[in-house]
């Protein structure tokens, strides 16, 4: 605390990533990382940037990137926004689509990021608890007054898919309210509502490069929807940095989208890891709640969640745990290569005796 904070600064509650241990050999499973590299075609065109125009500034437009975009998802690049991980874009998406006089909706269990950019902006919001399924009940938020609506599809970190004709029914139905959704892990099971971005004005699909295209450390994210909805996040950047993405980033993000082979491949592999873990835990009598991302959230019906946490981290096992009512007892494990995977179901049969 500083008399020289603005009062805003006071208030505000930061969001905690997982942590980034510095320590070797680790098997980490806590932040939902790609355990196989980006494609070889993103770290050549990374490297190609690595040069004397590094003294110019990147394009503040970042067409390369967008057009990569457009081109995957057969859009218009005046559809596509492009930020420095979807963490910016989030944050300029809640700035300038999410503030509104009436409360911003997403549910009780998600993403704990939403309410801190609320913090941030003073939105005010309200949430809607899951079923006791850790579903999300469309007919709740179709019932219920609303400025916005956010969703994560899959959800994190419960890792529940909602299908594509809810999203639809809640677009329809809402057509006053911006809805976004978050689609930070549909690669790993889901189907994408970017095509319903094409008939619904009102919903804004947003992505990252960090998790399906194994990109978390260069940061690169971005939204798609209907021009006038990208209009208004391009006044909030160009209102906060010009050049958020970097030259290395622009040409490596774009070759990400353009090696489809690798991006099918490696997500491929992590799918079938996903299933093999899964079945291994439940062997070992977790519940584990069905799975659409490239984590699963699991309990074990006899031992506490912190501790079995503890109990792997002091075998060289980091997972995340969160001490939140409702989702205590579960842990969030990333799925890591086969190898990882049996690693950790070795040291749970271990730990649980
Ligand atoms: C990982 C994650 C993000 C942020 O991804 P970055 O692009 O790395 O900032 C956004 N939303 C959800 C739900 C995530 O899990």
């Known amino acids: ?45 990374i490297a190609a940037e690595t040069n004397d125009t590094l003294r110019l500034y990147p394009d503040p437009n970042s067409d390369l990137f967008k057009q990569a975009v457009a081109r995957f998802f057969s859009v218009t690049p005046a559809s596509v926004f492009v930020g420095n991980g979807s963490d910016e874009v989030l944050a300029h998406v809640f700035l300038g689509l999410l503030k509104h006089d009436k409360p911003l909706l997403f549910p009780d269990i998600t993403y704990s990021f939403y309410p801190v950019y609320c913090g941030l902006y003073e939105i005010d919001y309200a949430t809607v608890p899951l079923d006791a399924q850790f579903g999300i009940r469309i007919d709740d938020y179709l019932a219920q007054d609303a400025g916005a609506i956010i969703l994560a599809n899959p959800n994190a970190p419960t890792s529940r898919l909602l299908p594509l004709a809810d999203i639809e029914r809640l677009a329809a139905g809402k057509p006053d309210c911006v809805i976004v959704i978050d689609e930070a892990y549909i690669d790993f099971g889901g189907e994408s509502a970017v095509p319903l971005t094409q008939r619904h004005p009102n919903l804004l699909v947003i992505q990252t490069l960090s998790k399906s295209r194994s990109l978390a450390g260069l940061r690169a994210g971005f939204a798609i929807g209907h021009p006038a909805l990208i209009e208004a996040l391009e006044r909030v950047k160009n209102s906060f940095n010009s050049y958020p993405l970097d030259r290395m ?50 309990r074990h019906p006899a031992r506490d969640g912190l501790e ?41 049969a271990e730990i649980l005796g």
């Not at 208030?11 to 790609?34: C, D, F, H, S």
């Not at 592999?269 to 984590?295: C, H, K, M, Y």
Request: hydrophobic residues 45%; contains cysteine.
């Open 1 to 45: 605390m500083s008399a020289y904070w603005s009062d805003l600064v006071h208030r505000l509650t930061p969001y905690v990533p997982g942590e980034q241990p510095k320590m070797a050999n680790l098997v980490k499973l806590n932040t939902n990382e790609n355990p196989y590299g980006p494609s070889p075609k993103a770290l050549a065109a």
């Open 249 to 298: 980033t622009i040409a490596g993000a774009a070759a990400a989208m353009d090696d489809v082979a690798w991006f099918d491949a490696t997500r491929q592999r992590v799918i079938a890891s996903r299933d093999t873990l899964t079945a291994s835990l439940q062997a070992l009598g977790f519940e584990v709640l069905p799975s659409a991302a490239n984590f699963i959230f699991a």
């Open 308 to 348: 079995l946490a503890q109990a792997l981290r002091a075998r060289g096992i980091i997972v995340r745990h969160f001490k939140l009512p409702r989702i205590d007892q579960f842990l969030r494990i990333t799925i890591g290569t086969d190898e990882q995977c049996a690693i950790l179901s070795t040291t749970l």
